[in-house]
């Protein structure tokens, strides 16, 4: 085995509905070695999120242990988390957030404007470019097509260069050849950038791109 760049132990989560505990992911051991592409399926409401959620810092956890290049995300206070997250971490939410008052170019360039200020940066122009999308930099997002807003979105999630990307359920309602382009772009994203990456799917065909594919199920991770 490779670097192991995130390692979860006995990591457990729940949430409380009334008077009953909802234990949602019970006690996941997990490694991702770096550079490998996970692919985690399940059935609605499994659990696929919140695993995401917690593995990418997003949401806490109640017990066990996150590394995230041997670092103890629990050990970190919220600033330190968030500077952690911006600085390793990329998340493509189901639902792509793009801001709608904002061209395509501008809501790629937005996470380096956050990071280092206001201003043109190289960086997002070569990706897009790279992934064909330059034909729409100057348009909004109303004003492009659901598969090109799912692809501007995954460049903007990674233009900061992270370790690891989260992706949940990326496909969401693509059409078969959107997915495809879609399973190009984490493909060479993983490829030219060595970046690892985690997605969560409810596709069979992308549930295969993956060097290791898991079932969450009843709370626990099982290796398919
Ligand atoms: N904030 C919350 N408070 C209470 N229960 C929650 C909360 N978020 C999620 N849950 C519950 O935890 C379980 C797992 O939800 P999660 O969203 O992680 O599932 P999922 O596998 O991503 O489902 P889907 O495939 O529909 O996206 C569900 O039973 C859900 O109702
Ligand atoms: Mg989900």
């Not at 006690?27 to 917690?54: D, F, H, P, Q, Y």
């Not at 064909?132 to 909004?140: A, E, N, Q």
Request: aromatic content about 8%; overall charge positive; proline content about 3%.
């Amino acid at each position: 085995m490779g670097k192991i760049i995130l390692n979860s132990k006995n990591l457990t989560k729940s949430y409380q509905n009334g008077d009953r505990r909802l234990v949602v992911l019970n006690r996941i051991n997990l490694k991702l070695e770096a550079g490998t592409i996970t692919t985690i399926i399940g059935e609605s409401g499994s659990g696929k999120s919140t695993l995401l959620n917690v593995l990418s810092s997003l949401d806490t956890f109640d017990s066990g242990k996150l590394l995230i290049e041997n670092e103890d995300i629990k050990s970190f206070n919220e600033k330190k988390i968030s500077s952690f997250r911006n600085e390793k971490i990329g998340f493509i939410f189901q639902f792509h957030h793009l801001l709608p008052d904002f061209t395509v170019m501008d809501n790629v360039l937005m996470p380096l404007w956050i990071k280092k200020g206001f201003g043109q940066y190289e960086r997002p122009l070569d990706l897009l470019s790279d992934f064909g999308l330059l034909k729409i930099k100057d348009k909004y997002p109303d004003e492009v097509s659901g598969g090109e807003r799912q692809r501007v979105a995954i460049i903007r999630s990674i233009v900061n260069k992270p370790k690891i990307l989260f992706a949940d359920e990326p496909s969401g309602n693509l059409d078969e050849k959107n997915s495809a382009k879609l399973i190009d772009l984490f493909k060479r994203i993983n490829r030219d950038f060595n970046m690892t990456i985690m997605l969560t799917t409810h596709n069979p065909s992308i549930a295969k791109i993956g060097n290791n594919l898991y079932e969450l199920k009843s709370g626990e991770l099982i290796k398919r």
